[in-house]
């Protein structure tokens, strides 16, 4: 099938002379053109899956800022965009830079945009939830200013497990990290407040002391951590959000 590749660059400062070359296996060589300013200037490549399927980017002398590389497949489908960063919380949207965001979801213009962040800030041991309330609202405002066709769909954190130190009691063998339901009543009121989707990870799970029946199945669903899952832990999680994602689109699709 045909495939499009796209490069975006950038001008850094006036010595930007240089550009860059896509050389493939057959020796033959693509110039990209230079970007003329400091704005994100957009290079597409087409060709065959056969033809794409290898190739080789080199800087030219003093080349541009290099911003993204993607790769899509031209044909009817469904283009998922995974942004996943080991150990990170919602916060790190806002260290993004916020054109660069802003121009990029406008050329992808997606139909849902989903978050699925919370572990990691209900492990927090100072946490300030007030802020992470704050701060969750004005990313949902700023992802929604820059793709306002798009649903935004927020993943409540899945249950866990502390084997030590402080956490919440709740009848299960481990505690619960301390700040895994405030984490979670906060993404549920904003998803309400904001007119978000929201998808209740732990209740797929099967409720509070879920992880810790994960971590015991056969074949484990949960890693020794009670944090993490284990590959087909994650492939259960993933195929029920996708079960109560198209439930949920064949309800809503409009009748023809």
Partial sequence: ?????????R?????????????????????????????????????????????????????????AIIIDTLSPGVTVDSLGIVGATQRVIARWQTEAVREQLQWRRPSLIVLAYGTNEAF??????????QELQNTIRQLR???????????????????????????????????LKAVQNIQQDIAIS????????EAAMGGRCSMQR???????????????????????????????LMAKYQKNRPKR
């Fill in 145 to 179: 200013a820059a793709a306002p066709d798009a649903a935004v769909l927020i993943i409540g954190a899945p249950n866990s497990a502390k084997k030590t130190g402080a956490g919440e009691n709740v009848g299960c063998r481990y505690r619960l990290p301390a700040g």
């Fill in 214 to 244: 994960f971590v015991a199945a056969n074949p484990p669903l949960g890693r020794p951590d009670y944090v993490h899952f284990t590959e087909e832990g994650y492939a259960q999680g993933g195929n029920a959000f996708y079960e109560a």
């Fill in 1 to 9: 099938g045909l495939q499009r590749v796209t490069i975006w660059t």
């Fill in 11 to 67: 001008r850094l400062n006036d010595e930007s002379s240089g550009g860059w070359k896509l050389s493939f296996p057959d020796g033959e060589v693509r110039e990209l053109t230079a970007p003329l300013s400091n704005n994100w200037q957009v290079n597409y490549v087409m060709g065959s899956a056969l033809d794409l399927n290898s190739f080789t980017l080199r800087a030219e002398n003093n080349p541009p800022e290099l911003g």
């Fill in 194 to 201: 904001e007119h978000t989707l929201y998808w209740n990870w």
């Fill in 124 to 133: 927090d041991p100072n946490p300030d939830f007030e802020s992470y309330k």
